[in-house]
């Protein structure tokens, strides 16, 4: 893979993408920066999970579904990246991803996630190298 720019990140929390993207990319100068032509989202996804451990999505946020977030985000040229967190939450008190990484993964590939960031935060004692993060 070789050495790659770092990433922009243009964390959208608490916005209402479903008609804002566009409007709030262009107004925040993000689609004009000629240097960074792609840029990187992420939203914190869900403060809960479902009877199967899936993060159930906000549909007050989201009406659409992530799939319609994702490909509004692609069809201006930019990168879509989801925030995680190998604890129980994220930082913000989002529901994180502690033994659900696998049900997570597949999540956020089934809503086409060009990248992950991952955190950290409440790791209730369960800290360690990425190597292990990963392999949990």
Same mark, same amino acid.
């Given at each position: 893979?070789?050495?790659?720019?770092?990433?922009?990140?243009?964390?959208?929390?608490?916005?209402?993408?479903?008609?804002?993207?566009?409007?709030?990319?262009?107004?925040?100068?993000?689609?004009?920066? !000629?240097?960074?032509? +792609?840029?990187?989202?992420?939203?914190?996804? /869900?403060?809960?999970?479902?009877?199967? *451990?899936? %993060?159930?999505?906000?549909?007050?946020?989201?009406?659409?579904?992530?799939?319609?977030?994702?490909?509004?985000?692609?069809?201006?040229?930019?990168?879509?990246?989801?925030?995680?967190?190998?604890?129980?939450?994220?930082?913000?008190?989002? !529901?994180?991803?502690? +033994?659900?990484?696998?049900?997570?993964?597949? /999540?956020?590939?089934?809503?086409?996630? *060009?990248? %992950?960031?991952?955190?950290?935060?409440?790791?209730?004692?369960?800290?360690?190298?990425?190597?292990?993060?990963?392999?949990?």
């Amino acid at each position: 893979m070789g050495l790659q720019e770092p990433l922009n990140v243009m964390g959208m929390y608490n916005a209402s993408l479903e008609y804002g993207i566009s409007h709030r990319a262009r107004t925040t100068g993000m689609l004009s920066v !000629a240097m960074f032509p +792609d840029r990187f989202f992420s939203i914190p996804q /869900s403060t809960c999970r479902d009877q199967r *451990d899936n %993060l159930v999505i906000d549909t007050k946020k989201f009406p659409s579904g992530m799939n319609a977030v994702t490909d509004e985000i692609h069809r201006q040229g930019m990168s879509f990246g989801m925030y995680s967190s190998a604890g129980e939450m994220l930082c913000a008190r989002y !529901a994180g991803s502690l +033994d659900h990484e696998t049900n997570d993964a597949n /999540s956020f590939a089934a809503w086409g996630a *060009d990248y %992950l960031k991952s955190d950290n935060c409440y790791h209730m004692g369960r800290f360690g190298t990425p190597k292990i993060s990963f392999d949990r």
